[in-house]
């Protein structure tokens, strides 16, 4: 009975020593990937627009431009956000994908027929103050 519990308890240290190193690997995997990451620009510039669906709109338009990682636009605050590796795309390819789709931005004005497309909620007074 004791060589058979002495077994039991070898196979499960064994197991458990096993797992760990697989751990370790995947902790080490990810750790090289990290290390090899492109640095990204961040760019913060006002965009306008008025609600939820602007919000959503908005952020597809920048994320649909080759090379960017991130975007946030603020609702309250009129501003996104947005990472993107510059070897890429630049600041301006953004702003002309977000005014393609109907919003004005700091450096683009918002394409009027996309403009006039754009739900009622979401047309935006054009002088509204933007930084």
């Given at each position: 009975?004791?060589?058979?519990?002495l077994?039991?308890?070898?196979?499960?240290?064994?197991?458990?020593?096993?797992?760990?190193?697989?751990?370790?690997?995947?902790?080490?995997?990810?750790?090289?990937?990290?290390?090899?990451?492109?640095?990204?620009?961040?760019?913060?510039?006002?965009?306008?627009?008025?609600?939820?669906?602007?919000?959503?709109?908005i952020?597809?338009?920048?994320k649909?431009?080759?090379?960017?990682?991130?975007?946030?636009?603020?609702?309250?605050?009129k501003?996104?956000?947005?990472?993107?590796?510059?070897?890429?795309?630049?600041?301006?390819?953004i702003?002309?994908?977000?005014?393609a789709?109907?919003?004005?931005?700091?450096?683009?004005?918002?394409?009027?027929?996309?403009?006039?497309?754009?739900?009622?909620?979401c047309?935006?007074?054009?002088?509204?103050?933007?930084d």
């Amino acid at each position: 009975m004791k060589n058979v519990i002495l077994s039991i308890a070898v196979i499960v240290a064994m197991g458990l020593t096993s797992c760990k190193n697989e751990t370790k690997k995947d902790a080490d995997t990810t750790t090289t990937e990290v290390s090899n990451e492109i640095a990204m620009t961040e760019l913060s510039f006002g965009v306008r627009g008025n609600c939820g669906m602007c919000k959503k709109t908005i952020e597809k338009a920048a994320k649909s431009v080759a090379g960017v990682a991130n975007a946030n636009w603020d609702v309250d605050k009129k501003k996104m956000a947005v990472s993107f590796d510059d070897s890429k795309t630049d600041a301006m390819s953004i702003h002309k994908a977000i005014a393609a789709s109907g919003y004005d931005t700091t450096k683009a004005a918002g394409d009027e027929e996309a403009y006039k497309n754009l739900p009622g909620c979401c047309q935006y007074d054009h002088s509204m103050e933007i930084d």
